[in-house]
């Protein structure tokens, strides 16, 4: 079956760091992937997704490339804010299996 | 204004009770989608529907019971046959099921403790 494993949380970075959170799927054919963020009390926004390897998807500075061969899609900011602090969900849609499958998700925490 | 409007956001229920939580949605999508959030964990799909008058059941829907008799509307009735109902529910909609690059968007939620 379809499994998303992300990296384990939670993370603190001081303001203006990189940031990387991983991110590994397993799944059969061709998935879509994506990148959710929860803030707290909210539901989730998408934040950028990918629909084929190679694909780069990208949005208020943070960048995830598709990586079949390595099964990963990893989220990456060159320099994080206060703002961005939140809960990051990496998930997958494979064909012909009409939902989405999420990962636990990371906390991340940037201090000033 | 497009977009998904879940109520209430609070919601307590006394054990033994069925509470209904609502869903709408004006993005004219056709798929919606109910998912339960408990801390530590991924979300967890509980009912999903196509299309007005069909849905089927996700990874967790014991306990659990859905309608669709409209497409803006997706109810989802708690029963009292849930073991372990609190938790954060967020329902979502799509375009449609038949394309895996349609994003999903979510509500804002409704958390439901059980007192």
């Known amino acids: 079956g379809n499994s998303v494993t992300q990296m384990e949380g939670p993370v603190t970075l001081s303001e203006e760091a990189f940031l990387t959170i991983n991110c590994t799927y397993t799944?059969?054919?061709?998935?879509?992937l994506f990148w959710y963020v929860q803030y707290p009390g909210e539901g989730l926004q998408l934040l950028l997704k990918?629909?084929?390897?190679?694909d780069k998807g990208s949005n208020k500075g943070f960048e995830a490339t598709y990586r079949k061969e390595t099964t990963s899609f990893h989220l990456e900011k060159g320099s994080v804010q206060v703002s961005d602090s939140a809960v990051y969900f990496c998930?997958?849609?494979?064909?012909?299996?009409?939902?989405?499958?999420f990962g636990t998700g990371t906390r991340l925490t940037i201090i000033p | 204004d497009g977009g998904i409007t879940q109520s209430p956001k609070y919601l307590f229920r006394k054990e033994g009770q069925n509470v209904t939580l609502s869903c709408e949605q004006n993005l004219n999508h056709d798929a919606m989608y109910w998912y339960r959030q408990d801390p530590g964990q991924g979300l967890r799909l509980i009912y999903y529907?196509?299309?007005?008058?069909?849905?089927q059941k996700g990874d967790i829907a014991e306990g659990y019971s859905v309608s669709r008799e409209k497409k803006e509307s997706f109810p989802l009735t708690v029963t009292s046959a849930q073991k372990n109902p609190t938790a954060f529910y967020l329902c979502?909609?799509?375009?449609?099921?038949?394309?895996?690059?349609?994003?999903?968007?979510f509500g804002p939620g409704t958390r439901l403790t059980v007192l």
């Open positions: 979502a909609s799509s375009l449609s099921l038949a394309d895996n690059t349609d994003t999903q968007y």
């Open positions: 799944a059969t054919g061709y998935p879509s």
């Open positions: 529907s196509q299309i007005v008058n069909d849905f």
């Open positions: 990918a629909t084929k390897a190679d």
């Open positions: 998930a997958l849609v494979n064909f012909g299996n009409e939902k989405l499958t």
